[in-house]
T-cell receptor, first 108, second 118 residues
Framework: QKEVEQDPGPLSVPEGAIVSLNCTYS??????FMWYRQYSRKGPELLMY????GNKEDGRFTAQVDKSSKYISLFIRDSQPSDSATYLC????????FGTGTRLQVFP | NAGVMQNPRHLVRRRGQEARLRCSPV?????VYWYRQLPEEGLKFMVY????????ESGMPKERFSAEFPKEGPSILRIQQVVRGDSAAYFC????????????????FGPGTRLTVL
């Protein structure tokens, strides 16, 4: 079993839709979760990070952690074509452990 | 304010040749990490280095791969006698702080080097 699991997609949505991206993790010791965005042929860039259970909001993005079910989510409101990218969840408790990434396509 | 620099951006090698990938961290960062991304797979940790020291190489293949971060100059990831399975994107990241230790620590990624082995 992979330590961080993520549906690879692709996920295709129309502009303006609410997008839900999800990850599960297996190690109860994990506690620092991060979402990276990676455009094609580019390096990942940090989008958001969370520590505790609950929600964290930043503009159109909301990160959610449910430690009881080991579930991490990223919500994107009012999605834009410029959001089209691969989204990687990761744990950073010890070293960065990434999920495989979900490819998102937002079409106009 | 330059970010992480990696070169070359693209590297083509024939089987059996050596590949050298370079990484210059963000100015002021003394921690460097190397990751490999195979097609349709996520980023996999390879090695964590500080200046002149390898701290964690638990993700490095046991043979043919080596990494260094000298006192002066960039970090180098070296792959000897490359095989087709080494074809991947190799990313370098750097950070200011020590990773883990129960604290959030952002790693800044470079644009990657895409290695193709013919």
């Amino acid at each position: 079993q992979k330590e961080v699991e993520q549906d690879p997609g692709p996920l295709s949505v129309p502009e303006g839709a609410i997008v839900s991206l999800n990850c599960t993790y297996s190690n109860s010791a994990f506690q620092y979760f991060m979402w990276y965005r990676q455009y094609s042929r580019k390096g990942p860039e940090l989008l958001m990070y969370t520590y505790s259970s609950g929600n964290k909001e930043d503009g159109r993005f909301t990160a959610q952690v449910d430690k009881s079910s080991k579930y991490i989510s990223l919500f994107i409101r009012d999605s834009q074509p410029s959001d089209s990218a691969t989204y990687l969840c990761a744990d950073n408790t010890d070293k960065l452990i990434f999920g495989t990434g979900t490819r998102l396509q937002v079409f106009p | 304010n330059a970010g992480v620099m990696q070169n070359p951006r693209h590297l083509v090698r024939r089987r059996g040749q050596e590949a050298r990938l370079r990484c210059s961290p963000v100015k002021g960062h003394s921690h460097v990490y190397w990751y490999r991304q195979l097609p349709e797979e996520g980023l996999k940790f390879m090695v964590y280095l500080q200046k002149e020291n390898i701290i964690d190489e638990s993700g490095m293949p046991k043979e043919r791969f080596s990494a260094e971060f000298p006192k002066e100059g960039p970090s180098i990831l070296r792959i000897q006698q490359v095989v087709r399975g080494d074809s991947a994107a190799y990313f370098c990241a750097s950070s200011r702080m020590v990773p883990g230790q129960g604290s959030y620590n952002e790693q800044f990624f470079g644009p990657g080097t895409r290695l193709t082995v013919l």
